[in-house]
């Protein structure tokens, strides 16, 4: 069965940096790309950026471009997402997803969700 | 553009039809997917490539393209269908994703 786990929650201060892990299992790792997705208290998804697994390609939201970086370790089959220079208004829970081109690169399996929370 | 517009929100009775629209300009030559999201779960996919359904998903959800326009039907609503969900698109080169603002559909 395909699962992505994730760890668990955190509490940052502003300024600080924080790193998010996703961890695959019931499939082959390299095959599916990982693509992040955070969702603001109360608020809609928003896109952060996705992460091919196969060859480290990435892709990130212009407006968080410079304080992101997405990585892979082939070996553990896990993605992680590191955000920098955080800020309150980057509260949020931080979901993994995984997609294939053989659906159209849907997101089709995600994580549990990550909540992290910026407060000084 | 890559925005997309949701309605904010649709009431329907139990066994109705409910019908969910999302439009934006990208949407006649990008591919629409759609998303189910209860209340402190994380998103589940409906739909993909604007008409396909994964085989776990129910038959009860359909999706349909026309212009601008792509629309989530769920057919004989039940009480379980109520959620928030999400339209989400691309552009060409698979290197923007766009969400739609949400749909909280309410089962009455």
């Known amino acids: 069965q395909v699962h992505l786990v994730q760890s668990g929650p955190e509490v940052k201060k502003p300024g600080a940096s924080v790193k998010v892990s996703c961890k695959a299992s019931?499939?082959?790792?390299?095959?599916?790309?990982v693509s992040w997705v955070r969702q603001a208290p109360g608020q809609g998804l928003e896109w952060v950026g996705w992460?091919?697994?196969?060859?480290?390609?990435?892709n990130y939201k212009p407006s968080l471009q410079g304080r992101v970086t997405m990585t892979t370790d082939a070996s553990t089959s896990t993605a992680y997402m590191e955000l920098r220079s955080l800020r309150s208004d980057d509260t949020a829970v931080y979901f993994c997803a995984s997609f294939t081109q053989a659906r159209g690169d849907a997101f089709d399996i995600w994580g549990q969700g990550t909540l992290i929370t910026v407060s000084s | 553009s890559s925005e997309l517009t949701q309605p904010p929100s649709v009431s329907v009775s139990p066994g109705q039809t409910a019908k969910i629209t999302c439009s934006g300009d990208?949407?006649?030559?990008?591919?629409a997917y759609w998303f189910q999201q209860k209340a402190g779960q994380a998103p589940v996919l409906l739909i993909y490539?604007?008409?396909e359904r994964p085989s776990e998903i129910p038959e009860r959800f359909s999706g349909s393209s026309s212009g601008t326009t792509v629309t989530l039907t769920i057919t004989g609503v039940q009480a379980e269908d109520e959620a928030d969900y999400y339209c989400?698109?691309?552009?060409?080169?698979?290197?923007?994703?766009?969400f739609g603002g949400g749909t909280k559909l309410t089962v009455l």
């Open positions: 989400q698109s691309t552009d060409s080169r698979f290197t923007y994703v766009a």
């Open positions: 990208a949407l006649p030559k990008q591919y």
């Open positions: 019931g499939y082959t790792f390299t095959n599916h790309g």
């Open positions: 490539k604007d008409v």
């Open positions: 992460i091919n697994t196969y060859n480290g390609n990435t």
